[in-house]
Each structure stands twice: as C-alpha cells, then as structure tokens.
C-alpha cells in the first residue's frame, strides 16, 4: 500500500461536506444563573441548540463532524454579558431575523440570542477590541470608590496577580484601561453602600478582566468585599470613530438591545 | 404554604465553590412547577456528583413520569462537593432541589436512587444537610400520632443497589425492588389517599399501606436475630399484615411506557453526553457474576417502531448528536441490525452518531459495525470478554471463544475504528495467576491480527481491568471474595507481561484500578444491618464520595470497621473474603428477584466444576432460574418484522424563507 492510499483509507469514506454559503454573526446574553456556566458550556449548549432548531450548518470534515461555530473570547465564569459574540458558517442561505427566535428557543433561559445578522465575513477577534463592563460593588461608597478610581488612574503601571491553570501570573491592569466611571448603585437603599463603576477596557494579551482593574483598585482587592461584585459586559467591539472616543461600537447594530440596562434586573435569575 | 426558593441565599456563595454551573438548575426540559398546585411531592437524589447524577436514566425517567401527573410534581437534587457542603452548613442552607431551589425536608418523600453501594455515605450527607434524621426510627410516627412532631419527608430507596439495602437498611423508611415506573405511581397515589383521609395512623400508617399494597419493602417491619456465630437466624415481619417476603417489581410492556421522552439537556458537562434509549430490559445470557442481568429478568424488548419514535423525538427534544441504544447487551435485540440500518438511513447527513454501549462480542457482526460508523462518527467501541482464559470464561459462563473475539475485533478494525476497548475483571471465583496472564496473550493476538487485516500499525487495544465483587441474588453470591492483595499482586504480572512484548508495547494501553475499593464495595454489598453502624463511623469521620479516587480512603473504611464491630463477632474480611454455605440466611433472603435458590446453588455448584454450560433462554430452552413463574411474567422478544418508514428525515428542517 502507498503513503498516500494509506492516508486516503484514514478518511472517512462518502462525500464531502457541504460547503458554507453564508456567515451569521449571532450576538447573545449570559444572564442570571446562566451566568455560571463556562465558555466550553456555552459552546455545547450552542451545538446542540443549532441542532434542535434544524439549522442548516456547515460541519468539519473527519471522523468527528462539528457544527462550523466560532466563539470569540468569552466572559469569565461567573460574570454576565449583554454583548457576547459568535458566527455561525451555514450550508443554505437563511433569513437571519426569522433564525433569531427559532435559535433562542433551543437554548436555556438566560443563554439568550439577542441579534442575528448577516455577517460579511472576516475573524470575530479583529472586530472585537474592547469591552464596556458594569460593575457594582456592595459595601463600597461611591466616594470611596471615585478616590481609588483616581488613583488608578494616575498610576503609570498597576501591577496584579490571577492563578491561573499554570500558577501566579503577574501583569499590569493599568494600560488596558480607557475609562473609569463610578456612580451610585441604581436603586441601592440609601443606608447601603454600594458603588457601580462603568469602565472601558482594551483587549490585550494577556486580558485584562474587571476583576483584575478592581483587584488593582481596591485595597485588599475583590477578596476584601463582604460579597462578590456583580459584572456585567454591556458592550464589546471597537472604539467610536471619532479621535480620543471612548464609545464602545458593537459589530451588530443594536437594536433588539434595551435602551438602558438595570444593573439591579441584570443578575436576578 | 408555598416553599421558598433558597436561591437568593445560594446565589452569594456560587462564585466561591467549584463548578456553580452544578447547582443552578434551569437546564432545557427541566420542569418547575407550582409547589401549592400540588399535592404529592417527590426529592429525587442521585448520591453523586450532578455530572455523574444527571444522565441516569431511571432518575431521568421517574421525573418526567411524576411531574406528567396533574398534582404531583417531582424535583432533582444531587450531591453537593465537600466545598458547597462546608458553605451550606456555614451559611445554615438545607439540602436543595435543582429545580427549585427548594428545601429537600419540605417534600413528602425523599426517592434515592442507588446505582452503586458507594454512593451511601453521600446518602448520609444529603440527610444530614435535609435536616432529616439518619434513623429513620428518630422520624417520628412509630406510634400512629399524627401530631408526633415535624414531617420528614419518607426516604425510599430504588436502583440494583438496593437490592441488598440492609447495610443501610436503619436509613430508610422504605426500599422499592426492580421497575420504579409503576410503583412511583402506585406510591403517589396511597400518598395522597392518606393525605386526603387526614392522614391516618400518622407516618406508620403510610408505611404499613406502602408495604400491604405497594410492595414496598419497609425495613423497620422486620427484625434480624443473629446465631453466636455471627451468621443471620432469621429476618421475619415484627408485625401483622407485613408480608414475610418483598417481591420486586416488574414493569411488561415497555411499548407502553416510552421514557424518557424530553430528557434533561445539562448546562455543565456531564459523564454521557447522548440521548439514551433501552432497546430492551433485562439479560438472560447468565453470566454469573453480573448481577443487573440476574435482577432484571425477564428480557423485554422494545418494539423497531417504539425505538424509532422515541429516538426521533429524544433528539428532537434535546439536540443531541448521539444516539445511546442502551441495555444490558443491546446486539442481542431481535431486531438490532434493522434499527442500526433505518435509523443510520433516518439520520444520513445529519451528524448522528450512534452508539451500542454494551456489545457483546459473539453478536457483533460486519452490519452493525457498518451501521454505526455511516454518519461519519465512529464512537468508542468496547467489548467485554470478562475473564482472560478460556476457562475463566466458562467458570463465569460467559462463553466466547478466542476466535470469536479475534474474529470481532478484526471486523471493527476493518471497518476503521482505529481503537478498541476490551474489558476484564479479576478476582473471580477459582482464577489463578495463569487465568489473568492468559489476557496480555490475547491483546497481543488481537493487535497482530487486527495489523495483518489492515495492513496498519496504528491500532491499538486498551484493557481495562475491574476487580470483581461478589454480588446478592447472583450464582456468586455464595463466594469468597479474592483479597485486594492477591488482585493487585496478578495485576502487576499482568502490567510486566503486558510490557514484556516491544513489539505490542505501544499498541495496547492498560488501565486498572488497585483492589482496595473492591473489597468496601464488597463488604457494603453483601452486608447486613450490622454494616450500618460502619457506614455511619466513616461518614461521621469525613467519608465522601467513596466513588472516587481522590475522596476514597480505604484506611479510614479499616478503622471504622474495626471500631463499629467491635462488639460483634464478624468484621471486614467476614463479610467480603468468606464463602458461605448453602444453608447461610442471607442478608437478601428476604427479598425476592425472583430466582430460585436452588437453582442459583446448583448454578455455582456448575461453576466450581467447571461444567454446564447455560445457554440463552431467549434460544434455547427454559433453565428454571424461577423468575417468569414466580412473578407472573414472560419473555417478550421480536422480530415484529416492521421496519423504520424509508426516506424520513426524523430531524426537523427549519424552513428556509
């Protein structure tokens, strides 16, 4: 047997894949209790979900054919988003607006679709360059808060440390960060302190998480907080075009999105 | 009263623990219904891990058959990891639902589900966490006062564990043997006469219903005395009215009773990731040792139709990629070549694997093999010889030849699969050191023909080896069980012989675990209500998860048994590595699968001997094992001879605008 008749006989035997025709960009939430589940979650719960709803998808060739989705880089586990993103390669060309409830409905509550479009193409992670987060920190006063944003501000270099899978990781929080804005809580009780901070922040390498801007914020970091900040992602895509713009513009337009997201309704399950 | 939600409690401690996506619940088909439009209310936990919990089909079953019910509602709960353990008890939040969030302790009855005898020291922390007494003797109601304190909920155990549940027999209120799809019904139905007649003779009462007319096995009903010797006198009823014998419950028309039809789709990811459906029920090939195949007599079968019509609404319903044809040894269905075909033509295109979980080598075939790898996907296959020699296989009366085999693992390398699987135990009854060395021959003889048919050298044979474990209501149930120390001493022999070869080395992968585990499996298996006391010492020492590896602490099993028996004249190497006599009373005595002792004496007398080969009664004719008598049952097998309709796609199309 030849080298190549052997490398012919590891294929699987019957025709080729159908080819793509078309790419929908799907932008979807991980709200409430979903919230927890990891980006590997999301990305079963999605192939099957395109299974269920009977999408024409585009699969890999081999032995084990996947569904042709890609994912960009996700939320941590834990945090919420209003703004997550993924494309999805399609073997017959497909109304995007009718898709977007059909989808949804396959996916558990809380892993919502909230756009989808017809997308032209091109790798998700050179459209998406920064993210706007939400953040609420309970126990912290607004003033307190607005002081330690300064300072981080200021600071040229704010170095922070994760554990990572490979250990202690060191690196600085400080130039990946655009904007810093704190403000009360919307509808905190006024005898609870509770500061929210909107913040801007590049993608980099390594990512800057909010988790790590508040560990360089905060004295004793987010282990110091009497319960865990509630985050959310409201926006992600790249900055606005004007010079010096800190609007964050997402890939999708946003018109199924609410106006204005209530933290307070945002992590309710 | 309505139940409230211990989620907003909860929620603050998620991002403390490991895998929060286990707790969280909202998964797609799962139920949550209104606790005040009901009226009986099932907790059903499965002692292990969510990942591991989740995919079991009889919990998956009995969920979707009770909440279909108007009234009745029934949710999931499952072991929490020591890390939730530590914050529910720090932060004073009960053991919960998955579904709701609900407090097990508000339901009526606490269903638990016991694939494995190591799942119950995690019974004892899930009761712990409830807020429910462990002895069921301190729940109140003995004394038919309805007003004798708070309800707990009634803690009835199910599964082929439970088919010997005295060591945990102090525990529960209650044990169901065999089906549970009718007899969760016939219970929720007493349950909700009593409650409605205002509940008479208090949890007592219940109980003596549940046993005179639901047969249910009630374990504070019977007394065991015990001989000087430390071997049971006798287990009788220590009341009227209680029956001197349980009898198991069988569910015969499966046509009938098509579940699960919407499984729960897990959010996290699980040990099975696959729409599941039991092409048949029971095994009646007789293998010795295999315990699910001796209970769960007799085989019955699903229809081709029933098979295709709960498949292509699974997959509809779940969005699964693979289809598991599930039994005790799914290529003996009548009919399997027909539904591997229609349903492999059903599904071209779509990306559907399938999948036979239990293969048996001699029924494999060129068809099936050809059936299961069209769509593309070529799941694992594995096989399961059992015992390494040709005379190991016929003391265990799981009668394949070498050639069989060979031939078999041939076909599936032939037709692309690149990896096999083969399975072995070791310890069994009469083996020696050349029975297990007789397995590295074997893989060797596999891998040189599988490189001949193939022209290949990158097959490759993984042999996995468990140690075996006596098991009640088998023709074993008499035997000693081999010392781990033996076990471990065999599966080095057979490690060296397995690496001696440079040639194999590389093709064939070798994976066993050490014999330790066997020998807590074998005393929690065959033990009595004495073993209670040592379940209770371990757990109160910070036993958990005895399943696994990393939690298992077979010094910590040693001290507590040496402690808790103490007093006794039997302790850890009484109960597993003893044989026992014909005339021994069983712990299980009492309990009725349906086979004739006599005829499973006669059947171990056979194996010991070597002699009496047991064929099929499926083929050949009846052996007299009792079952089909004594419960009033009968083998039900095809073919029916119907087919799958030709050219369905049995997954949906979205329409294209």
């Known amino acids: ?269 | 009263m309505p139940i409230e939600s211990v989620y907003p409690r909860l929620e603050p401690l998620l991002p403390r623990v490991r895998k929060p996506i286990a707790y969280v619940g909202g998964e797609v088909n799962s139920v949550v219904k209104d606790w005040d439009a009901t009226d009986v209310r099932w907790a059903l936990l499965y002692p292990d891990a969510y990942e591991v919990g989740l995919p079991n089909q009889g919990v998956q079953i009995l969920y979707e058959i009770l909440n279909e019910q108007d009234g009745v509602l029934a949710e999931r709960t499952y072991s929490v990891w020591p890390d939730m353990e530590d914050l529910l008890r720090e932060h004073g939040i009960p053991q919960f639902t998955v579904d709701g969030h609900r407090p097990v302790g508000a339901f009526d009855v606490l269903g638990v589900s016991f694939s494995t005898e190591l799942g119950y020291t995690n019974l004892l922390t899930a009761l712990d966490l409830a807020g429910i007494p462990l002895h069921s003797a301190d729940r109140g109601g003995r004394d038919g006062d309805p007003a004798d304190g708070p309800w707990y909920p009634l803690v009835i155990a199910g599964g082929h564990a439970a088919f010997n549940p005295e060591p945990i027999a102090g525990f529960l209120d209650g044990v169901v043997l065999g089906d549970g799809e009718q007899a969760v019904l016939k219970i929720t139905e007493q349950i909700r006469a009593w409650k409605q007649a205002g509940r008479p003779g208090g949890r007592d009462g219940l109980l003596r219903t549940l046993a005179a007319r639901c047969d249910v096995y009630v374990p504070g009903f019977y007394d065991v005395t015990y001989l000087p010797d430390g071997r049971i006198a006798r287990t009788v009823p220590n009341g009227r009215g209680i029956p001197p014998v349980v009898a198991k419950h069988t569910v015969m028309d499966l046509d009938e009773w098509q579940y699960p039809r919407k499984p729960i789709v897990p959010v996290a990811e699980t040990v099975h990731e696959r729409y599941s459906v039991e092409i048949f029920r029971g095994c009646t090939r007789g293998c010795r040792f295999c315990q699910a195949g001796m209970i769960t007599r007799p085989v019955r079968e699903r229809s081709i139709t029933t098979v295709g019509q709960m498949v292509a609404d699974g997959v509809r319903a779940t969005g699964f990629g693979e289809v598991g044809l599930l039994s005790l040894s799914s290529a003996d269905h009548s009919e399997i070549n027909e539904i591997a075909k229609d349903l492999a033509d059903a599904y071209e295109g779509t990306n559907t694997g399938l999948s036979l979980p239990s293969t048996r080598v001699d029924a494999f075939n060129i068809t099936l093999a050809d059936e299961l790898a069209r769509n593309g996907r070529r799941s694992g296959l594995t096989f399961a010889p059992e015992g390494g020699s040709e005379r190991m296989r016929q003391v265990i009366n799981k009668m394949v030849t070498e050639e069989d085999l060979i031939r078999t693992v041939t076909t599936a390398y032939a037709s692309g699969w690149r990896q096999v699987k083969l399975y072995f135990m070791c310890g069994l009854p009469t083996e020696t050191d050349e029975d297990v060395l007789a397995i590295a021959e074997l893989a060797r003889k596999v891998i040189q023909a599988g490189r001949e048919v193939t022209g290949r050298r990158d097959i490759r044979c993984t042999v996995s080896i468990g140690g075996f474990v006596p098991k009640p209501h088998t023709p074993f149930q008499w035997a000693a069980q081999c010392p781990h120390e033996v076990v471990d001493a065999r599966l080095r022999k057979l490690g060296a012989a397995l690496r001696a070869n440079p040639a194999y080395g590389r093709a064939i992968g070798f994976r066993y675990h050490d014999g330790q585990p066997s020998v807590v499996e074998g005393l929690l298996s065959r033990g009595d209500r004495r073993v209670g006391q040592v379940i209770e010492a371990v757990w109160r020492d910070g036993g958990r998860f005895d399943g696994w590896s990393e939690h298992f602490s077979f010094d910590r099993w040693v001290a507590c048994a040496d402690q808790a028996l103490a007093g006794e004249p039997v302790d850890l190497d009484w109960y597993t590595t003893r044989e026992r006599d014909e005339d021994e009373v069983l712990p299980w005595g009492h309990l009725d699968a349906g086979l004739d002792p006599d005829w499973l004496w006669q059947d171990w007398q056979e194996a010991l001997s070597g002699r009496g080969e047991v064929e099929d009664c499926r083929w050949s004719a009846c052996y007299d094992c009792g079952v089909c008598p004594s419960m009033g049952t009968e083998i039900q097998t095809g073919p029916t001879g119907e087919r799958l309709p030709a050219g369905t796609k049995l997954l949906p199309v979205l329409s294209v605008s």
């Not at chain 1, 922040?201 to 909010?210: D, G, K, L, N, S």
Request: charged share 20%; proline share 10%; hydrophobic share 40%.
């Open chain 1, 1 to 269: 047997m030849t080298a190549q008749q052997s490398a012919q006989k590891n294929r699987p035997t019957g025709p080729a894949p159908a080819p793509a025709v078309q790419q929908l960009l799907v932008r979807y939430a991980k709200r409430g209790r979903m919230r927890f589940a990891s980006h590997r979650d999301v990305g079963r719960a999605f192939e099957r979900a395109v299974r269920q709803a009977g999408l024409p998808m585009a699969h890999s060739a081999g032995f084990s054919p996947h569904p042709k989705i890609s994912y960009a880089s996700g939320t941590p586990t834990g945090v919420s988003s209003e703004a997550e993103y993924l494309t999805l390669l399609l073997t017959v060309a497909t109304d995007p607006a009718g898709l977007r409830p059909v989808l949804d409905r396959a996916l558990p509550d809380g892993i919502d679709v909230i756009e989808v479009v017809e997308d032209s193409g091109g790798s998700l992670n050179g459209r998406l360059m920064v993210s706007e987060w939400l953040v609420q920190l309970p126990g912290v006063t607004p003033d307190a808060a607005t002081a330690a944003a300064r300072a981080f501000l200021d600071a040229s270099e704010v170095p922070v440390e994760r554990l990572t899978n490979k250990g202690i990781r060191r690196f600085d929080a400080r130039a990946a960060v655009l904007t810093l804005d704190v403000s009360p809580c919307p509808g905190a009780q006024p005898d609870h302190a509770c500061a929210m901070i909107r913040m801007v922040v590049r993608h980099t390498e390594p990512a800057v998480r909010p988790e790590d801007v508040l560990n360089g914020l905060l004295p004793g970091g987010t282990a110091a907080l009497s319960s865990a900040p509630a985050v959310t992602r409201v926006a992600q895509g790249v900055l606005g075009p004007e010079a010096g713009s800190r609007e964050v513009v997402a890939p999708v337009p946003a018109t199924v999105l609410p106006a204005v997201v209530t933290p307070d309704k945002v992590n309710v399950p």
